[in-house]
């Protein structure tokens, strides 16, 4: 029984080490990072049942806008976009008239389609930010490939979108597995801007939050209303 015992001990330590060596840790870097729209389409956009349809389809134009907000290289893909799978939407195409469009005819890993690869080439980054429809094919197929090939990968899980929350989390969990890193579109954010009083920071960070984060940005918005507006009243004095 000690023995057991031993063994079990020694078995949860060595998978606490090699949890903990997993996923190094690795911070965004503005001038080392590109944006991938990938297989974002209206058609696919239909197949997306573990978000809100509202809620998700601001996600996937927040997670857009990212390369806007930084000045991220940015390369976008669609997969048989003639058929079912539409294109992207337009306010997608909108932000990003000049920058390459991979339409692909066949290959599900974008990765696969050599004009796809010599784009994410051609930008010189290493850091991957991608979100895709489905989450569990064209999401983790592209993360998993670019992981085999060196790159540093970091999928939005806000803008990745499948059938049902057990095939999202089981993905999830297969692409995490493999180093890739699972983050929100506020993490992004911060992680890119770092600090407050960079450029860009505050100025232009809470006008973009306030448009795609709402939630951060009526934050904001409190605060300036407080303090242009603001009167204490009764019961409030003392309470910070």
Not at 61 to 84: C, R
């Amino acid at each position: 029984m000690k023995f057991l015992s031993a063994c079990v001990f020694a078995a949860l330590g060595l998978t606490a080490v090699v949890s903990a060596n997993a996923v190094p840790w690795e911070r965004l870097n503005k001038n080392d990072s590109m944006l991938l729209i990938l297989d974002l389409q209206v058609g696919l956009y239909q197949l997306v049942r573990d978000f809100d349809a509202t809620l998700y389809r601001d996600n996937i134009i927040a997670h857009a806008a990212l390369g806007k907000l930084f000045d991220l290289p940015v390369v976008m893909t669609t997969s048989a976009q003639q058929g079912p799978n539409g294109p992207l939407p337009k306010e997608i195409l909108d932000m990003y008239p000049d920058a390459p469009l991979i339409k692909r005819q066949g290959e599900v890993d974008a990765w696969d389609n050599p004009d796809f690869r010599a784009a994410i080439q051609a930008t010189g980054k290493k850091q991957i930010i991608v979100a895709g429809i489905v989450t569990d094919v064209c999401t983790a197929f592209l993360a998993l490939s670019l992981r085999a090939e060196g790159y540093s990968v970091w999928a939005n899980i806000e803008a990745s979108g499948t059938t049902t929350p057990l095939i999202r989390d089981i993905s999830n969990d297969r692409m995490q597995a493999a180093g890739v890193q699972m983050v929100s579109l506020f993490s992004i954010v911060c992680d890119l801007m770092r600090d407050w009083r960079n450029t860009p920071g505050a100025a232009t960070v809470l006008p973009w939050l306030d448009q795609y984060m709402p939630v951060y940005g009526y934050l904001a918005r409190g605060h300036l209303a407080a303090i242009e507006n603001g009167t204490v009243i009764p019961g409030e004095a003392g309470l910070i």
